[in-house]
């Protein structure tokens, strides 16, 4: 889960698993460094878990970048 400006977010996987779509998420309880989901996803869904930080901040650095 990662964290910017507008709140708590997660990288989605498509369905080829070739892009990531930046998606908003409510987190709920927090046990034993798991967090639960409350909002923002849908059953089966895949995020980016390893890697998820770096992978985000190249992804700013190419919005940023953009004309």
């Known amino acids: 889960i990662l964290q910017g400006a507008e709140g708590s977010y997660v990288l989605v996987a498509s369905g080829d698993g070739r892009t990531l779509t930046k998606r908003p998420v409510e987190i709920g309880r927090i046990l034993g460094g798991l967090a639960f989901v409350a909002s923002g996803l849908r059953y089966q869904e895949r995020i980016l878990v390893r ?17």
């Open 51 to 67: 890697g998820a930080f770096f992978e985000d901040a190249e992804r700013r650095l190419h919005l940023e970048a953009a004309p």
